[in-house]
C-alpha cells in the first residue's frame, strides 16, 4: 500500500508523522510524496490558533479530494472536535491523540507491533515534509495551565519517553544519515518530572551525547521556568547547537499573570543573562502574543520595550486567536481585532530589527552550516541554503546540489532572511556555534 503522510503546526507533530512513515515501512509499505499517488493518507492536525485549525480542515479536504481510498486524521483539532472531523466527507477515520501511539498498528489491524524489531534506519518523509533534520519525540502533554494555550486540553498530562527509547529513535536516525537531531515535546523541559525518581531534561541530554555519535543536537521549545544553572553547563560539548526557542508570550509582569505564565520580564531576563554568559554566541528565539485580553497601551509598549532590550535572534509574533475550552476566552477586556493587528505589526518589526542585527554580527565569520534544500541550476551554479548550529539561515551558490551535508562557510553578506555564504569546505565537522 502507498501511503502519503501530511501534518500541520509544530514540530512535535513533524516527529510523530516520520515515526509513522518509518512504522509504515517496517509493516511493508512504501511512502510517496502526494496524496494523489497515495492509497491511505494520514493527516496529523494542530489546534493551536484559528489559522491553525483552519488549515488542518483544509489538508482533510485537499487528502480527501486527491482520491486517496482512506483518509485517517489525528492530532489536535481533531482531537478536540472528533465529530467535526468525522464529519468530514471523505475521512474514513479519526484516531485521537490519547490513541495516536497505536495509530499505525490500529490502521493495518495488526495484532502486534511490527516495529518491535530491529530499528530501520531513517529514510527522510518525501514531499513536501522532507526534512535533512530529524525530529525526535522525547515528551508529549503538559501539566501547566497558561491561560491562552488548548495544546493541553488536546493532548493532556505530561508523559516522558524512557530514554532507552529516546536513544533508539536517534540511532535509527543517524543510521539513515540524519546529520542534525531535534529533540522535541509539548513541554519539553518538563522531560522527567513524572518519574520516578524525579529527574530533569539535563539528565537525558547528557545520555544523548554519551551514547550516540550525533554530530548535532537541537533543543526545540522549552519553557523557561523548567531551567536552571546547571542546566547551561550541558554547553560545554561543542555538539549541542547554540540556539534555545525560550516562548515569552509577553514582556509585561500583570499581563504574564493574566495569561498563567510561571515568570516574570526578570525572571526571564535573568536567564538570558545566564545562557550568554555560559554559551556566549547562544541564539535565544521566542513567542510572543499582540493582544491578549486586558493588554492596555501601557501594557502593550512595556511588552514591546522588552522585546528590544532582550535582543531576541528572532521571534515568532501570535495574534491572539480565542480558543475554546480555555480560560482567556472568558477573560474581560479582549482586544478589537485591528488593535491586535496592529500590536503584531509593531512586534514583527521589532523582531526584524534584533534579528537582522544578530546576523550582522556574524558576517565575516566561519561556520558550519547543514544544507537543507538546494534549487534548481541557475547560471552561476546550484543554489543552497541551510542552517548553522545558531540557527542562522545561510545561502550559497555551489558547482554540486548539496543536499544534507556540512559545510565550511564564511559569513561575507547580509541578505534579507540570512546571510550569504562562501564554501571553504565540505564535509566539515559540526564544531561550531
Not at 513541554?187 to 555519535?213: E, K, N, V
Request: some cysteine; proline content about 5%; charged content about 20%.
Amino acid at each position: 500500500m502507498k501511503i502519503y503522510l501530511d501534518s500541520v503546526g509544530c514540530r512535535l507533530n513533524q516527529s510523530e508523522i516520520e515515526r509513522y512513515g518509518l512504522q509504515f515501512r517496517l509493516a511493508g509499505h512504501s511512502l510517496v510524496a502526494t496524496a494523489g499517488e497515495a492509497d491511505l493518507v494520514v493527516v496529523n492536525t494542530c489546534a493551536v490558533t484559528g489559522e491553525a485549525s483552519s488549515d488542518s480542515r483544509q489538508k482533510i479536504r485537499q487528502a480527501v479530494k486527491a482520491g486517496a481510498n482512506q483518509v485517517v486524521v489525528t492530532g489536535c483539532w481533531s482531537t478536540l472536535n472528533e465529530q467535526a472531523a468525522a464529519g468530514i466527507e471523505g475521512v474514513t477515520r479519526v484516531i485521537s491523540n490519547p490513541r495516536k501511539d497505536d495509530l499505525v498498528r490500529d490502521v493495518l489491524h495488526l495484532q502486534s507491533d511490527p516495529y518491535e524489531q530491529e530499528p530501520l534506519a531513517r529514510e527522510p518523509l518525501p514531499g513536501i515534509h522532507l526534512r535533512t533534520r530529524a525530529f525526535i519525540k522525547a515528551q508529549d502533554g503538559c501539566d501547566y495551565h497558561c491561560t491562552f494555550c488548548v495544546t493541553r486540553l488536546a493532548r493532556g498530562r505530561s508523559i516522558s519517553r524512557p530514554v532507552s527509547q529516546v536513544i533508539a529513535d536517534i540511532q535509527s536516525a543517524l543510521k539513515g544519515g540524519a546529520q542534525e537531531i531535534v529533540l522535541t515535546g509539548v513541554a519539553l523541559g518538563s522531560w522527567g518530572h513524572d518519574t520516578s525518581p524525579r529527574s530533569d531534561l539535563t539528565p537525558l541530554i547528557r545520555a544523548i551525547l554519551a551514547q550516540t555519535s550525533v554530530q548535532r543536537l537541537r533543543l526545540s521549545s522549552i519553557e523557561p521556568w523548567d531551567l536552571d544553572e546547571a542546566f547551561f553547563e550541558l554547553w560545554r560539548d561543542p555538539r549541542l547547537c547554540k540556539h534555545l526557542h525560550l516562548p515569552l508570550q509577553s514582556g509585561c509582569a500583570d499581563t504574564l499573570r493574566r495569561m498563567g505564565r510561571r515568570t516574570t520580564p526578570e525572571a526571564y531576563a535573568a536567564l538570558v543573562s545566564m545562557a550568554r554568559s555560559v554559551a556566549p554566541g547562544m541564539a535565544l528565539t521566542t513567542d510572543m502574543i499582540a493582544g491578549f485580553p486586558g493588554e492596555t497601551d501601557r501594557e502593550f509598549q512595556e511588552s514591546l520595550e522588552f522585546a528590544r532590550q532582550i535582543g531576541f535572534a528572532s521571534g515568532h509574533v501570535f495574534t491572539f486567536s480565542s480558543r475554546p475550552g480555555t480560560a482567556a476566552a472568558h477573560l474581560p477586556g479582549q482586544v478589537p481585532p485591528e488593535v491586535r493587528k496592529q500590536r503584531n505589526s509593531q512586534l514583527r518589526s521589532v523582531f526584524a530589527e534584533s534579528s537582522a542585527s544578530y546576523r550582522r554580527g556574524y558576517l565575516g565569520s566561519v561556520s558550519t552550516v547543514l544544507w537543507e534544500a538546494t534549487d534548481q541550476l541557475g547560471p552561476t551554479g546550484w543554489r543552497v541554503s541551510g542552517l548553522t548550529g545558531n540557527y542562522l539561515r545561510v545561502y550559497a551558490t555551489t558547482p554540486a546540489p548539496l543536499w544534507n551535508q556540512l559545510s565550511t562557510v564564511r559569513l561575507v553578506e547580509d541578505a534579507p532572511d540570512g546571510l550569504e555564504g562562501e564554501i571553504l569546505r565540505t564535509p566539515a565537522s559540526a564544531q561550531d556555534g
